[in-house]
T-cell receptor, first 116, second 115 residues
Framework: GAGVSQSPSNKVTEKGKDVELRCDPISGHTALYWYRQSLGQGLEFLIYFQGNSAPDKSGLPSDRFSAERTGGSVSTLTIQRTQQEDSAVYLC??????????????FGEGSWLTVV | GDSVTQMEGPVTLSEEAFLTINCTYTATGYPSLFWYVQYPGEGLQLLLKATKADDKGSNKGFEATYRKETTSFHLEKGSVQVSDSAVYFCALSDWSGGSNYKLTFGKGTLLTVNP
């Protein structure tokens, strides 16, 4: 597609429920990233995919968070048993390769998650 | 670890005023430096970047120079417009330590430009 697409754009969920956030990266981009943007915390790295593998999951805040990527394309971030502190904007991004190779990272518009 | 510190704002200016948003960094290796912008209701967009010392990134009238000696990458624009109102993020990607795919961001600076 023309850009990184995320869905849903907004999600309100009850505490304790599971949520799934979807990301469609730019076609042909092998690298995919999830970041979280919350008030007072700025932008935090969550996970990096190269193809379908996730060599770095170090930013996932707890074992309630997981992510997968299939077909080297679509990725899903799953949050189980949501808590109020999970409320944030979850940003997906993609690049042709690793950003350190000089490849620009392109961000989606984010999924706004509110846990009530 | 790597970190980015930028002035938190908010910054409020009148149209045609001069803009500076300060950014300093700490990095283990030799980072690439970026400014991203987030307009209201939109996603993060790369504004400009610099990959080595003394490089100047520029775009849309904005400029920033990679200063290794002061570990800084301040964003400047000579004459801001109302349409520049947005949140600006300074970020780095560190080439060393095998984690050069990660962007480390500052907390962002909200800029409001009044007509």
């Amino acid at each position: 597609g023309a850009g990184v697409s995320q869905s849903p754009s907004n999600k309100v969920t009850e505490k304790g429920k599971d949520v799934e956030l979807r990301c469609d990266p730019i076609s042909g981009h092998t690298a995919l990233y999830w970041y979280r943007q919350s008030l007072g915390q700025g932008l935090e790295f969550l996970i990096y995919f190269q193809g379908n593998s996730a060599p770095d999951k170090s930013g996932l805040p707890s074992d309630r968070f997981s992510a997968e990527r299939t077909g080297g394309s679509v990725s899903t971030l799953t949050i189980q048993r949501t808590q109020q502190e999970d409320s944030a904007v979850y940003l997906c991004a993609s690049s042709l390769g690793r950003s350190g190779s000089g490849n620009t990272i392109y961000f989606g518009e984010g999924s706004w998650l509110t846990v009530v | 670890g790597d970190s980015v510190t930028q002035m938190e704002g908010p910054v409020t200016l009148s149209e045609e005023a001069f803009l500076t948003i300060n950014c300093t960094y700490t990095a283990t290796g030799y980072p690439s430096l970026f400014w991203y912008v987030q307009y209201p209701g939109e996603g993060l967009q790369l504004l400009l970047k610099a990959t080595k010392a003394d490089d100047k990134g520029s775009n849309k009238g904005f400029e920033a120079t990679y200063r290794k000696e002061t570990t800084s990458f301040h964003l400047e624009k000579g004459s801001v417009q109302v349409s520049d109102s947005a949140v600006y993020f300074c970020a780095l990607s560190d080439w060393s330590g095998g984690s050069n795919y990660k962007l480390t961001f500052g907390k962002g600076t909200l800029l409001t430009v009044n007509p």
